[in-house]
């Protein structure tokens, strides 16, 4: 029997059902009204940090860039691959491995059923053998020489390798070519079998559908997962960084950068939605393009529009980022850590986090008129325990002292790391 859960959010007058469907799997459902289009996604909560991790308490470690290789390898069948027959349906599929996660997903317009048959069916079906297996090699191999060869992909993974230590968000997503060399089947099957248990994934699905029409194609091709404990290792990243200035020369027109500040982390959880909404206005508050420290930067010519702002967090790790290029990174960043002292000294202005407020409420309210924003804020809220619109009642009811005292734990000089690379 199907448990449902309905979520109705007043502000805003949407409604989203949650299913703990008989298999293990939790399912949520958005319908859109007068929407079309659909959307679904179908992500397990295993990404390229999970390189370690303990099974029914036995502990097994596997080579770097195995959670890109698997969803690689998963499209294809012992017939053809997924890709051919979402060909017949019109629907635009893909698939995203990231440090946390990998999902599965397609949108499309008409009738969903086709499509989610499609989606169900491949990711439930894994075939690995000795040649596939080999033949994938080459592809990513060829793939991480040419991120490698790229100055933007280059300059943030010179950050991470020198802010942490331990944890293995250092590492690129797709590993190395020495790492995959080491990937076999029977280490696919024993992460697939590890971490696409149903129990460990999320099925969200949004826009022109149904509770009815979703439940009919799960009910006939869900079937029931076997109960296990998976546990990820606490790497115990220390607190302070690596190295604090890295610097590489590739072929550039102009220096690229990246400077960030590491936040302290305890175990292997994300930072918590109050946290990370706070997070997100202390970035707007500090150098968003309203802010005094953004005007000045931009007239005195230090960056451009390329200049961009994120912060950079999951398991067991979190980081406050600022990136673009500069014809002197070292002064960016400095301007950027004084800033950060001033505000921690002065404290935070009421008009500036109202704006900064009222600007990420905004964002959260927009979001919801696209039906991929709605599918992945459900599949990303669900791995981090946030029922839906669980953030987007955070974003209204946060308030200028979380802000000040996520300040006051983060942003902190001695934690910084600048990245930097220059034309050859």
């Given amino acids: 029997m199907n448990n449902q859960t309905v979520f109705h959010n007043p502000r805003t007058g949407e409604t989203v059902t949650r299913i703990d469907h008989p298999s293990g799997l939790t399912i949520f459902v958005w319908p859109k009204a007068g929407y079309q289009s659909h959307y679904a996604v ?6 390229s940090i999970d390189t370690a991790f303990d099974l029914n308490g036995t502990h097994t470690e596997v080579p770097a860039g195995i959670a890109h290789y698997l969803e690689h390898k998963l499209f294809e069948n012992e017939d053809c691959d997924a890709f051919q027959r979402y060909a017949a349906t019109g629907a635009d599929a893909n698939a995203f491995t990231s440090f946390e996660r990998t999902a599965y997903l397609f949108n499309g317009s008409g009738d969903i059923t086709p499509s989610l048959e499609i989606l169900l069916d491949f ?3 894994p075939y690995f053998t000795e040649a596939t297996v080999e033949k994938e090699r080459g592809i990513i191999g060829q793939e991480i020489r040419m991120y490698d060869d790229t100055p933007g992909w280059r300059v943030f993974f010179n950050l991470l390798q020198a802010m942490y230590q331990t944890h293995p968000v250092r590492t690129d997503i797709a590993g190395t070519v020495e790492s995959i060399a080491r990937i076999t089947p ?7 079998n ?4 149903l129990h460990n994934m999320v099925l969200a699905v949004a826009g022109n559908v149904t509770v009815e029409q979703v439940l009919s194609v799960a009910d006939r091709l869900l079937k029931p997962a076997p109960l296990w404990q998976l546990d990820r290792p606490d790497p115990h990243e220390p607190r302070e960084v690596g190295t604090a200035r890295v ?5 550039v027109a102009a220096p690229l950068f990246y400077f960030g500040f590491k936040h302290p982390m305890e175990g292997m959880a994300p930072l918590p939605p109050k946290e990370a909404l706070a997070g997100e206005a202390l970035l707007e508050i500090l150098a968003g393009h309203s802010s005094p420290l953004y005007t000045r930067l931009m007239k005195e010519e230090l960056i451009n529009r390329s200049f961009g702002m994120e912060l950079f967090d999951g398991p067991g790790y979190a980081a406050f ?3 673009g290029e500069s014809r002197d990174p070292e002064a960016v960043a400095t301007a950027i850590a004084d800033e950060a002292d001033r505000l921690r000294r002065d404290g935070i202005d009421p008009a500036a986090f109202e704006a900064a407020r009222n600007a990420l409420y905004g964002t959260a309210v927009m979001s919801l008129n696209d039906v991929e924003d709605c599918g992945d804020q459900l599949m990303n ?3 981090r325990k946030l ?3 669980e953030e987007l009642e955070a974003a209204a009811a946060l308030t200028r002292d979380d802000v000040e005292a996520l300040l006051q734990k983060s942003l902190c000089r001695e934690r910084t790391v600048l990245s930097v690379i220059r034309p050859r």
């Fill in 387 to 389: 029922a839906p619109f």
């Fill in 194 to 197: 590890a971490f696409y248990n």
């Fill in 123 to 125: 990711v439930q079906a």
């Fill in 321 to 323: 980022l600022f990136g």
């Fill in 247 to 251: 610097e590489q020369k590739m072929t």
């Fill in 42 to 47: 179908f992500g397990t909560n295993y990404g």
């Fill in 186 to 192: 029977e280490l696919l099957y024993g992460c697939y």
């Fill in 381 to 383: 809220g669900h791995f």
